[in-house]
T-cell receptor, first 113, second 112 residues
Framework: AQSVSQHNHHVILSEAASLELGCNYS??????LFWYVQYPGQHLQLLLK??????LVKGIKGFEAEFIKSKFSFNLRKPSVQWSDTAEYFC???????????FGKGTRLSVIA | EAGVAQSPRYKIIEKRQSVAFWCNPI?????LYWYQQILGQGPKLLIQ????????DSQLPKDRFSAERLKGVDSTLKIQPAKLEDSAVYLC??????????FGNGTRLTVT
């Protein structure tokens, strides 16, 4: 069955620290990859997506992610986190086309001053 | 553009009661999804509609859950009868073909 694994359940960082959240998926075939963020009390919002082309994609708020096909990975990175990045982060994958997203369990990020 | 609208925002019911959730997708979005998000987990697909037809309902517990999208726009999700394990946030999302999904704020259901 198709699945998405997020390695970290809860990450605590100080402001200005660098962030990397892991995401691995098990799919055959061409995939679309996404990172969504959910700030406290808000709806899921798209951070960035990968469909094809340059495997290093840049999203909003200084986030980026790298698709490594050989490792079935799509890790999220940010060089310097801010307190306002405190949120839950979800990696999601789907087969290309009009197919549903399969989500990982999410990683809760807490940024402390 | 207006986002995906969902109501109610919160609902508390007793087990064995019924409940319904409503979703209005972004205008022009032909694809509509219902997801269930249990605390501490990622969203899990319940059902996908393309216009008013069901594309995927393989993970919908059909003995108690039902969903419809009669005119290809609004959708309702119903649970009857509810169980304790149905306590979750129910998310509606919409998209156009292979674009990213846009999510609503969700309905938080508590079954006591």
């Amino acid at each position: 069955a198709q699945s998405v694994s997020q390695h970290n359940h809860h990450v605590i960082l100080s402001e200005a620290a660098s962030l990397e959240l892991g995401c691995n998926y098990s799919y055959g075939g061409t995939v679309n990859l996404f990172w969504y963020v959910q700030y406290p009390g808000q709806h899921l919002q798209l951070l960035l997506k990968y469909f094809s082309g340059d495997p290093l994609v840049k999203g909003i708020k200084g986030f980026e992610a790298e698709f490594i096909k050989s490792k079935f990975s799509f890790n999220l990175r940010k060089p310097s986190v801010q307190w306002s990045d405190t949120a839950e982060y979800f990696c999601a994958v789907r087969l290309s086309g009009n197919t549903p997203l399969v989500f990982g369990k999410g990683t809760r990020l807490s940024v402390i001053a | 553009e207006a986002g995906v609208a969902q109501s109610p925002r919160y609902k508390i019911i007793e087990k064995r009661q019924s409940v319904a959730f409503w979703c209005n997708p972004i205008s022009g979005h032909a694809t509509l999804y219902w997801y269930q998000q249990i605390l501490g987990q990622g969203p899990k697909l319940l059902i996908q509609f393309q216009n008013n037809g069901v594309v995927d309902d393989s993970q919908l517990p059909k003995d108690r859950f039902s969903a419809e999208r009669l005119k290809g726009v609004d959708s309702t999700l119903k649970i009857q009868p509810a169980k304790l394990e149905d306590s979750a946030v129910y998310l509606c999302a919409s998209s156009v073909f292979d674009s990213p999904l846009h999510f609503g704020n969700g309905t938080r259901l508590t079954v006591t």
